[in-house]
């Protein structure tokens, strides 16, 4: 028995140390979501950063010291014009997505972009018209459709009735709360039940909070009702969706647990349940386990930054891979978004 386990041990580690990714890559911007979120797993994937570009020379010089094998550059068309470069990974200020993004794509390269590529459904609509010119691809940054959580409820919720989501954090004054925060829990919607409109929205101001109380109706006929609110808590921020199905419902808790809670029959208009009672059933599907100390227990990977970053990095090096975060797929997040930004007026 021994003998077998070390021979698995020595199997997996073999495959945690193996290089599977060949190509050269570049990565725009090193923030603070960068380094948090995104180098710990191009790191764990062993990929090649051959480039490093970034805004000042301070900057430049910190790289130099903290990544040996690594150019640091000031200079974004040092990038463009090596043709060893696969693809191009941008994480920088959400204000110069655009700008670069067009730059990347321009090139012919492949793009991963961090959300949002971009801050109007028009500027969206000209990078896609941009990608269709180019020879390259773009990969968009929204984690939650590489989440496992949202890939098990994309196959669970074909016969989905309705749904409630809560998404409340503390006050941002910092940026824009409908491009910084609430784009993800909104693509993830859009990414679950389809194309959608925005409706019956009530704004709701206090003490320089903001809270979004509105309808989506998806051209399915599934109908959801959305809290996005900036006036609670980041110590105890919620992120609770809630479906309805025939059969139960699935409730996430953020991206780290997924539960079914089975409901009572009802057979020809009459509750089965006011005849021989009920008793609820859960079922967990997911949950991230912080005792076992593996990659598919991590924040990282439950969250959906590891596969965003692994899928992009197949398909450049054409090993398979899945682009689920087109730029094409995120035109119902940004006509959402807009239709949110008019009512806040």
Known sequence: MNGIIERYKKIRKKGLLSKNY???????GIGNHSINN????????????????????????????????TI??????????????????????PSAHFSIAKQVIASGKNLFIEKPPCTTLKELQELIELEKKGNGF??????RRYAPIYNILANKVKKATYYSLKYKTGAYP????????????????????GDGKVKNISVVRSNGTIT?????????????NLELSTDHSWTEAQD???????????????????????????VANIPLEKVK??????????????????????????????NELENFVKICEKKGGNNVSTLNSLKPTFSAIETLREAKG
């Open 72 to 93: 640091a550059t000031t200079e974004l068309n040092d990038v463009l014009s090596d043709e060893t470069i696969k693809g191009v990974f941008v994480s920088a200020s």
């Open 138 to 143: 773009v990969l968009t940054g929204v984690q």
């Open 277 to 306: 009672g009920f008793q609820s059933q859960t079922t967990v599907l997911y949950q991230q386990n912080s005792f076992l100390p593996v990659k598919e227990h991590n924040q990282l990977y439950s969250a959906g930054y590891y």
């Open 22 to 28: 060949q190509g050269q890559y570049a990565f725009v």
């Open 174 to 193: 910092e940026g824009d709360e409908l491009l910084d925060l609430f784009i993800h829990p909104l693509d993830a919607l859009f990414y679950l039940f």
């Open 240 to 266: 609770i969706l809630t479906i309805s199905t025939p059969k139960g419902e699935y409730i996430t808790d953020n991206t780290s647990k997924l539960s079914f809670v089975t409901k009572p029959k009802v």
């Open 38 to 69: 995104l180098y710990p797993v191009l790191n764990h994937l062993n990929v090649n950063l051959k480039y490093i570009a970034v805004k000042s020379q301070d900057t430049a010089a910190l790289i130099k010291n903290n990544f040996a094998n």
């Open 212 to 224: 979004y109380l509105a309808q989506i109706t998806h051209s399915n006929g599934v109908i959801g």
